[in-house]
């Protein structure tokens, strides 16, 4: 069964960091598009930060650009999402997602994560 794994998430005060994990079974990420979303209450999905299969080319949205870092442990299988400098407005559902194609820059993914909630308050 093809299966994406989140973990990591939780309550930290703004500047603080956090690290999502998602482990894959079933498939073997290397060979994947990966990505990283979220949603916020009321708000619709939004690309976080994603790696394209075809040349390994990142994206990060402009509200993550030097705080987050994507990347993924090809011996354990699993992406993560290093984030830092945390700040309310980041607070939401965090998935993260596999893809068959070679361009990350898209909505739709083969594969999803359950999310994950990050919550960042004081």
């Given amino acids: 069964q093809l299966q994406l794994v989140e973990s990591g998430g939780g309550l930290v005060q703004p500047g603080g960091s956090l690290r999502l994990s998602c482990a894959a079974s079933g498939f073997t990420l290397d060979y994947y598009t990966i990505g990283w979303f979220r949603q916020a209450p009321g708000k619709e999905r939004e690309r976080v930060s994603c790696i394209s299969s075809s040349d390994d080319s990142t994206y990060y949205a402009d509200s993550v650009k030097g705080r987050f870092t994507i990347s993924r ?3 354990k299988n ?4 290093q984030m830092n400098s945390l700040k309310p407005e980041h607070t939401a559902v965090y998935y993260c ?3 068959r194609g070679d361009w990350c820059r898209k909505r739709n993914y083969n594969y999803w994560g359950q999310g994950t909630q990050v919550t960042v308050s004081s």
Avoid at 78 to 81: P, S
């Fill in 97 to 99: 997602a596999a893809d």
């Fill in 78 to 81: 699993t992406m993560y999402l």
């Fill in 73 to 75: 442990d090809s011996a």
